[in-house]
C-alpha cells in the first residue's frame, strides 16, 4: 500500500510562515497529481491546493495569495508554503492524490495562535 508521511507542522503566530513536506511511497510519482488537505476541529476535510503531474496549480479562495503547493519528482514529495498565516488555518493538514485514494497518512497539526 501506498504511504503518506506529511510533516512540517508547529504552533506559528499569526502572519508566521510554515512549510510542510509529504513524502510518497509510490512508484512513478511524477504521473500523478496531488493535493494538500486539511480538517479543522469540528468541521469537514476541505481540499487546500493542487498540482498537476505538470506543476499547475490552484488553490482554495481562502488561502489563494498565501500558500505555494509544489512538487520535487526526484524525492517523491509534495511540498505546501504557508505564509501570513492566520488563526483560521489552524488544522491537521494530509497531503494525498487528486482525487485522493481511501487512505491516509497521519497527517501534520499546524496550530496559529498568539
Known amino acids: 500500500q501506498v504511504q503518506l508521511v506529511e510533516s512540517g507542522g508547529g504552533l506559528v503566530q499569526p502572519g508566521g510562515s510554515l512549510r510542510l513536506s509529504c513524502v510518497v511511497s509510490?512508484?512513478?510519482?511524477?504521473?500523478?497529481?496531488m493535493a494538500w488537505y486539511r480538517q479543522a476541529p469540528g468541521k469537514q476535510r476541505e481540499l487546500v491546493a493542487t498540482i498537476t503531474s505538470g506543476s499547475g496549480t490552484d488553490y482554495a479562495d481562502s488561502v489563494k495569495g498565501r500558500f505555494t503547493i509544489s512538487r520535487d519528482n526526484a524525492k517523491n514529495t509534495v511540498y505546501l508554503q504557508m505564509n501570513s498565516l492566520k488563526p483560521e488555518d489552524t488544522a491537521v493538514y494530509y497531503c494525498?492524490?487528486?482525487?485522493?485514494?481511501?487512505?491516509w497518512g497521519q497527517g501534520t497539526q499546524v496550530t496559529v495562535s498568539s
Open positions: 509510490r512508484r512513478i510519482f511524477s504521473a500523478y497529481a
Open positions: 494525498n492524490f487528486l482525487p485522493a485514494k481511501s487512505y
